[in-house]
């Protein structure tokens, strides 16, 4: 009987002890794991075994950076192609008095010539791509805008020919930028778009991030001489093959010369228009100097592809930028022979008035 009782008492402990556990959990005594707490794994073992951010249970913010720096920079615009090879029996590349060079393919992106062409050094008025391309991408080229720019108020440059209160269009600034490398012009789109320089500056360093290139850092929006004021020729290829990709950015390098008709009229005249007469196919894109970055040019040409030829720091980089766009065209297999355009060769010894014309107009 003793026996008995001590049985039946054992067992409604039990069920009270069952009872209470039960409780505990419906009150929240025992809650259930947390996506926060749920796993214990060392960092390297979810590196090493990668769930998808969907399911993840781990925090976003435990991923650690070198992961997301492994990660491949997306060429824009997108590869269309391979990079050419080079063809059979190609010529050596020609000699250039560049520091710093190189020939790109806009189809694939890929390098057929390179010389230093990742050295950050001062590109000059270079800059004034990356500035006509954040003026393009923003968009509403036709605005008009009131200028608290005076031209006359910088020393040994070349200018659009601002003056406060003037009046005109983004797209005459644009213009104003390309054609003349007015420095002012620069400043005033700047202020325009962004609503002043250190803005406006932000959006270019922004423009190079998403193209994925290393090598720039930009402090102004003209290219004027600059502590810390620096990209390569490889980056001044890619800036320039994004914004071909414009119709805009191209109808503008494209032009031989503009008319701002806003508050005032202004003549205004591309600076390397004598060079894209004897390229065959040459459509721009910029040239610049200033003393620490010497003579700077970024040249394009489309023959059934396009190429791109930068040159920085060239005494010579009219002749060499056109002698460098040849050799990429003639010397690599496009899968249709070899392009038969020419450049038109001007006199060994630079006298031509289209070389002279180029060069006199300094940036």
Same mark, same amino acid.
């Given at each position: 009987?003793?026996?008995?009782?001590?049985?039946?008492?054992?067992?409604?402990?039990?069920?009270?002890? $069952?009872?209470?556990? @039960?409780? @505990?959990?419906?009150?929240?005594?025992?809650?259930?794991? =947390?996506?926060?707490?749920?796993?214990?794994? /060392?960092?390297?073992? =979810?590196?090493?075994? /990668?769930? +998808?951010?969907?399911? +993840?249970?781990?925090?976003?913010?435990?991923?650690?950076?070198?992961?997301? @720096?492994?990660?491949?920079?997306?060429?824009?615009?997108?590869?269309?192609?391979?990079?050419?090879?080079?063809?059979?029996?190609?010529?050596?590349?020609?000699?250039? *008095?560049?520091? %710093?060079?190189?020939?790109?393919?806009?189809? =694939?992106?890929?390098?057929?010539?390179?010389?230093?062409?990742?050295?950050?050094?001062?590109?000059?008025?270079?800059?004034?791509?990356?500035?006509?391309? !954040?003026?393009?991408?923003?968009?509403?080229?036709?605005?008009?805008?009131?200028?608290?720019?005076? =031209?006359?108020?910088?020393?040994?440059?070349?200018?659009?020919?601002?003056?406060?209160?003037?009046?005109?269009?983004?797209?005459?600034?644009?213009?104003?930028?390309?054609?003349?490398?007015?420095?002012?012009?620069?400043?005033? !789109?700047?202020?325009?778009?962004?609503?002043?320089?250190?803005?406006?500056?932000? %959006?270019?360093?922004?423009? #190079?991030?998403?193209?994925?290139?290393?090598?720039?850092?930009?402090?102004?929006?003209?290219?004027?001489?600059?502590?810390?004021?620096?990209?390569?020729?490889?980056?001044?290829?890619?800036? $320039?093959?994004?914004?071909?990709?414009?119709?805009?950015?191209?109808?503008?390098?494209?032009?031989?010369?503009?008319?701002?008709?806003?508050?005032?009229?202004? %003549?205004?005249? $591309?600076?390397?228009?004598?060079?894209?007469?004897?390229?065959?196919?040459?459509?721009? #894109?910029? +040239?610049?100097?200033?003393?620490?970055?010497?003579?700077?040019?970024?040249?394009?040409?489309?023959?059934? *592809?396009?190429?791109?030829?930068?040159?920085?720091?060239?005494?010579?980089? %009219?002749?060499?930028?056109?002698?460098?766009?040849?050799?990429?065209?003639?010397?690599?297999?496009?899968?249709?022979?070899?392009?038969?355009?020419?450049?038109?060769?001007?006199?060994?010894?630079?006298?031509?008035? #289209?070389?002279?014309?180029?060069?006199?107009?300094?940036?």
């Amino acid at each position: 009987m003793r026996t008995l009782l001590i049985g039946l008492l054992a067992a409604a402990l039990l069920v009270t002890a $069952s009872r209470m556990t @039960q409780a @505990q959990r419906t009150a929240g005594g025992d809650p259930e794991p =947390s996506a926060s707490t749920v796993s214990t794994r /060392p960092l390297a073992a =979810s590196v090493a075994s /990668p769930v +998808s951010p969907a399911t +993840s249970t781990a925090p976003l913010t435990t991923a650690p950076a070198a992961v997301a @720096q492994t990660a491949p920079a997306v060429l824009v615009p997108p590869a269309t192609t391979e990079a050419p090879a080079r063809r059979a029996g190609a010529e050596l590349p020609p000699f250039t *008095t560049a520091k %710093e060079a190189v020939v790109l393919d806009e189809a =694939s992106g890929g390098i057929l010539y390179a010389k230093d062409a990742h050295a950050p050094v001062p590109p000059a008025s270079l800059t004034k791509i990356a500035t006509a391309i !954040i003026a393009i991408e923003h968009g509403d080229l036709d605005r008009v805008v009131t200028v608290d720019v005076d =031209s006359r108020t910088f020393v040994d440059s070349t200018l659009m020919g601002l003056r406060p209160g003037d009046r005109f269009t983004v797209r005459d600034l644009v213009y104003g930028l390309m054609l003349p490398s007015g420095n002012d012009a620069a400043v005033a !789109i700047g202020r325009a778009v962004s609503g002043n320089d250190a803005a406006f500056v932000a %959006e270019m360093n922004a423009l #190079v991030a998403r193209l994925g290139i290393h090598d720039t850092h930009f402090m102004n929006a003209h290219g004027l001489d600059e502590p810390g004021h620096v990209s390569s020729a490889y980056d001044m290829a890619m800036l $320039s093959r994004y914004g071909m990709a414009m119709r805009e950015f191209r109808t503008i390098v494209d032009a031989a010369s503009y008319t701002a008709r806003g508050s005032r009229t202004i %003549e205004m005249t $591309s600076l390397i228009s004598g060079l894209l007469k004897w390229v065959p196919g040459a459509s721009g #894109v910029k +040239s610049g100097f200033t003393d620490a970055a010497g003579r700077t040019l970024v040249l394009t040409a489309d023959r059934w *592809t396009r190429l791109y030829a930068v040159v920085m720091n060239d005494p010579q980089r %009219e002749t060499d930028g056109a002698k460098l766009m040849e050799w990429g065209f003639a010397n690599h297999d496009w899968g249709r022979g070899t392009p038969r355009a020419i450049v038109a060769q001007p006199p060994a010894d630079g006298g031509s008035d #289209v070389i002279r014309a180029a060069r006199a107009g300094g940036n």
